[in-house]
């Protein structure tokens, strides 16, 4: 595999819904490399999802393209995994079988299934919740159930949806700090994770890369990189900096 | 003797009342099936969605019990003896059922998150897969919910047909306890009546505690946050059906904009601004949208009666109909008679409501038919004795669902009109006319088109049962043309009068509504606040 390769292009996606004149999206690009956390900030309403759907292969952009390993997106494909933002557990499974869920596209045995499912819960602190139903879980828990179900089939790529923004603060703090430690300590390690946020700390806090949206339609405004070590220091100089110049661009 | 006479009949209702409820536990299992696949069909298809929705509520509206003789003859011609009688009996509580399951599973899969429906693309989900763990795990509590409401529906239609082939010995239905009350009622066995009908009552209860409160608790863990589901069947159990109508819906959009209103009047929720026009567009374009289905069908129903020359007895069937037409209008009427002060009652005058529901629900759920035998003997020998137990019947049949559909609605009410009551002592005629009326209208207007169907089901029944001599009326029509010969021809003829008549009447209901209340008050409410 070329090591130039982009994981995930974006080039240049448009998208507008079916009878709304107005674009949702104009002409965005950007991409996210091996090992690299790309965060898109943009304010509510502005496009984030459907730009991630797109991405997803769940809708079908109107004009551009999204290269996954040199392959466009058509449609869903096994390496690309998604964590929701309202968690979408089906009540009516147990936690496990949701878990096993997240490979279902995978071509192996049930007890192999049952196995790696076991693991991923594991990994994000839930081992002897495997019987119970998502309904006897907190917010943060549920989300971890979530998050296991996407990372159970060993993706290379991995989406978010403003996945902490349904949490409230404290436990949304405590799974910032978890999903880093989670991620790198799998196996098979994700190449990149793409979350989208409008939490602006929230993505100088975990990112490489923040991708700054404008509203209506969006556009990539700017693109900002982020190089400091982890953990990093939220009352840090330039840390707070960062913060900054985001908000600046935000409300330019 | 006589205490093996007892137990004898005690051992014959027993398992009459079996067979009865097993007719009733397969028609429940077909019609839950076959609304999961249309159900579901028509949620994820739009284009499917697009027709089956019409149709479905069309259906609903048309007294499917007038077909009932017709349908026996042709499942007859089909199975020989028991099993096309049986079958036609299922079908018939088939056609009763079906139609709010598949709406309650059709709305289940709309409301449904749409990131569920990602999920199964994202994992490449197989068909078989996304109908187990997706589509019917959704529907689920909705399912259960409305076989609640189904199961009360289908008790009605059961009991009736077993009593409609009671009198004919052509097609009779065996084993039936519709049909064994019938024979005590009509030989003056009033004991064993009672205790067909006591052992009816104890199969209900025994049903909804052993049957459906276990389900209901099964699925409410299928509900996204656990919620109490139970609470919510309760309270849909009757009304649910009024609730599927789309004329519903159109009516519940009107009644927002009256919720509004109210709120308004009370005081409360000052600076919301309603806009009064924008929702009226909305809806009458809605409403039009219905009545050009309506008068389409309409249009077609006249040109195959047109086509199919109905000759001497037009004028006869034309007098029918107006008689039962009067009779069941007349009959809504006592029912709102009833309905008012009993709803303002249990409403606003008394801390005892959830009693009394849990009292009527009780009540409810035994087919006003089922009284049927036993009023007829009563009566037997008094004049004008068949016109009022024509009259008792319809009226039992009706006045629940305005009953009910109003301490439905009347939940929604804010809480501050019952404190602005009791704050400034609003008593007699102006609480009534500022505060009682008010409240209970929406929830009687969308009441008043369920009952008025079921009362013109009741006609049907109710003249064509052998012991009663009404003067003329559609049912006792079609009864005898049953009897004459050549009948199948002229019999299609009448079905066909009668589907137009079922839609003529929905059409006047919500036209009159229209006119009467809901343009009424929007020019109100827009003069208030304009
Ligand atoms: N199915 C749809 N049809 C029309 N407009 C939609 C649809 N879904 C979302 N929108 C609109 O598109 C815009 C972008 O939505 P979304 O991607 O969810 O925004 P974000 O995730 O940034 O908050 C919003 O203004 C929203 O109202
Ligand atoms: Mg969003």
């Not at chain 1, 999204?66 to 995994?81: A, C, N, T, Y």
């Not at chain 2, 599927?244 to 601004?273: D, E, H, I, M, W």
């Not at chain 2, 019947?393 to 939940?411: D, E, P, Q, R």
Request: hydrophobic content about 50%; some cysteine; proline content about 3%.
């Amino acid at each position: 595999m070329d090591s130039l390769m982009h994981i995930i292009e974006v080039r240049n996606v448009s998208f507008s819904f079916e009878g709304v004149a107005a674009k949702v999206i104009d002409n965005v690009s950007f991409h996210a490399d091996r090992g690299e956390f790309v965060s898109v900030i943009g304010p509510s309403g502005c496009g984030k999802s459907t730009l991630l759907r797109i991405i997803a292969g769940l809708i079908r952009q109107e004009r551009g393209k999204v290269i996954h390993l040199g392959d466009e997106i058509e449609g869903p494909v096994k390496g690309i995994s998604f964590v929701f933002q309202d968690f979408a557990l089906l009540p009516w499974l147990t936690n496990i079988e949701n878990v096993k869920l997240g490979c279902s596209m995978l071509d192996i045995s049930e007890t192999e299934r049952m196995r790696k499912a076991l693991m991923e819960l594991e990994d994000v602190g839930l081992s002897g919740f495997e019987n119970s139903y998502p309904n006897v879980l907190s917010g943060g828990m549920k989300q971890r159930v979530g998050i296991a179900r996407a990372l159970v089939s060993d993706p290379d790529v991995l989406l978010m949806d403003e996945p902490f923004s349904s949490l409230d603060e404290l436990t949304a703090e405590i799974l910032r700090k978890d999903i880093l430690y989670i991620l790198k300590s799998k196996d098979l390690p994700v190449s990149s994770v793409i979350m989208i946020t409008h939490n602006v700390e929230e993505a100088v806090e975990l990112s490489d890369k923040i991708v700054i949206l404008s509203h209506k339609p969006s556009r990539v405004k700017r693109v900002i990189g982020v190089d400091m070590k982890h953990p990093r220091n939220k009352h840090s100089r330039p840390f707070m900096k960062t913060v900054d110049e985001i908000y600046a661009t935000l409300t330019k | 003797m006589v205490a093996l006479n007892v137990l004898g009949l005690l051992a014959v209702l027993l398992t009459d009342t079996a067979f009865s409820w097993m007719r009733m536990f397969v028609a429940l299992g077909i019609s839950v099936l076959i609304s999961l696949a249309v159900g579901i069909y028509a949620a994820t298809s739009e284009r499917a969605g697009r027709i089956i929705l019409p149709v479905i509520d069309i259906f609903q509206t048309i007294p499917i019990v007038t077909f009932f003789p017709f349908v026996i003859l042709i499942f007859i011609g089909f199975l020989p003896g028991v099993i096309g009688i049986n079958a036609a009996v299922v079908f018939l509580i088939i056609t009763s059922m079906i139609w709010n399951i598949i709406f309650g599973v059709y709305e289940a899969i709309k409301a449904m998150p749409k990131e569920f429906a990602d999920l199964a693309r994202l994992y490449g989900l197989s068909k078989w897969q996304k109908l187990s763990k997706v589509y019917v795990p959704v529907s689920m509590p909705r399912v259960v919910e409305q076989s609640v409401l189904s199961w009360a529906i289908g008790l009605f239609y059961l009991v009736t047909s077993e009593i409609f082939s009671a009198g004919n010995t052509a097609y009779q239905v065996k084993n039936g306890i519709g049909v064994e009350l019938t024979g005590l009622a009509l030989s003056g066995n009033t004991f064993g009546y009672l205790l067909g009908i006591g052992i009816f009552i104890l199969f209900v209860i025994a049903t909804r505690l052993l049957f459906f409160k276990p389900l209901e608790d099964y699925v409410v863990r299928y509900t996204k946050q656990g919620v109490s589901q139970g609470r919510i069947s309760t309270r849909r159990r009757i009304y649910g059906r009024v609730m599927q109508l789309r004329l519903f819906r159109y009516l519940q959009s009107n009644k927002k904009a009256f919720t509004a209103y109210l709120v308004r009047k009370g005081g409360a929720g000052r600076g919301v601004k309603w806009r009064v026009a924008k929702v009226e567009k909305k809806t009458q374009k809605r409403g039009a949208a219905y009545y050009i289905i309506l008068a389409a069908l309409a249009v077609i129903i006249l040109y195959g009666i047109f086509r199919a020359n109905l000759a001497a007895d037009e004028y006869s069937v034309f007098v029918a109909l107006l008689y039962s037409f009067g009779r069941v209008w007349l009959a809504f009427i006592v029912s709102l008679a009833i309905a008012i002060p009993v709803c303002v009652y249990v409403i606003f005058l008394t801390k005892k409501s959830s009693f009394y529901l849990l009292l009527f629900q009780i009540i409810a759920s035994i087919p006003s038919t089922i009284l049927l035998p036993e009023i007829v003997a009563l009566m037997r020998g008094y004049a004008y004795g068949s016109e009022l137990i024509a009259f008792i019947v319809f009226v039992l049949s009706g006045v629940w669902y305005l009953i009910f559909s109003t301490m439905h609605v009347a939940k929604s009410m804010p809480n501050n009109v019952l404190e602005v009551k009791n704050t400034f002592g609003v008593r007699g005629v102006v609480a009534w006319k500022k505060i009682y009326i008010m409240v209970i209208l929406p929830g009687l207007i969308t009441g008043s088109i369920t009952a008025i169907g079921a009362e013109w089901n009741a006609s049907i029944v109710a003249e064509n049962f052998q012991n009663v001599h009404v003067g003329s009326g559609i049912g006792k029509f079609l009864d005898m043309t049953i009897a004459s010969p050549g009948f199948r021809m002229s019999l299609s003829n009448h079905y066909l009068l009668l589907m137009l008549l079922a839609l003529l009447n929905i059409i006047i209901m919500i036209l009159l509504i229209n006119t009467l209340v809901w343009k009424r008050l929007y020019s109100r409410v827009a003069r208030i606040y304009g």
